[in-house]
């Protein structure tokens, strides 16, 4: 017959991993998504003169040279501090579903890319960030599925607009919308 203790301990276990598994992923970078609107803004600016839609991918694809190693090292950065596990548990979950998406979109990238079909792009961009943001949500804090859908409603307008109004719209997404939920995370979440 089990002991009281061993029943008690087992319990605990339970517990614990069910309460791991309900915690939400909070180590999002506010400081980082400063940064990478800063680095959104910057692309939009500099892409918004240029007539050559090989030129604003260059401007563009450069900017996510930037802003996807920021977002990763600052996120990294918040988990290590706070002692959370990028790869396991609700981080990894939120991980996992963020990455999913953004891969999709760097596999079209090169397709479309290789199409010519650079109108496109914007469109593409933002709705596959706007859905990682969504899904990944599923595993973070409150704000961060309807920052998804925001980025999602700008790609749908893209995808119906030239590229200069798509500019626009990567700046409004990429650029002004991360600056703005960066500082809502540093102020509830910390940096």
């Not at 339970?14 to 692309?43: E, K, N, S």
């Not at 960030?129 to 309807?146: D, E, H, N, Q, W």
Request: glycine share 14%.
């Amino acid at each position: 017959m089990e002991s009281l203790q061993a029943r008690a301990e087992e319990h605990l276990r339970v517990i614990r991993a069910a309460m791991q598994g309900t915690v939400l992923f909070t180590a999002l970078p506010g400081w980082g998504g400063v940064i990478m609107g800063a680095v959104g803004v910057i692309a939009a600016l500099a892409a918004a003169p240029t007539t050559d839609p090989q030129q604003w991918v260059v401007v563009w694809l450069s900017a996510a040279s930037v802003a996807v190693p920021v977002g990763a090292f600052t996120m990294w950065w918040k988990a290590s501090s706070a002692g959370v596990n990028l790869y396991a548990g609700t981080a990894g979950m939120f991980v996992g579903c963020l990455a999913t998406p953004i891969a999709a979109g760097a596999i079209l990238t090169a397709a479309l890319i290789g199409q010519q079909a650079y109108t496109v792009l914007p469109a593409t961009w933002l709705t596959l960030y706007g859905t990682a943001a969504v899904v990944g949500g599923a595993f973070s804090v409150r704000l961060v599925p309807p920052m998804g859908v925001a980025f999602m409603v700008l790609g749908a307008l893209a995808a119906f607009a030239p590229l200069a109004i798509g500019n626009l719209l990567m700046g409004a997404g990429f650029g002004l919308l991360h600056w703005a939920v960066g500082l809502v995370i540093v102020r509830r979440f910390g940096g």
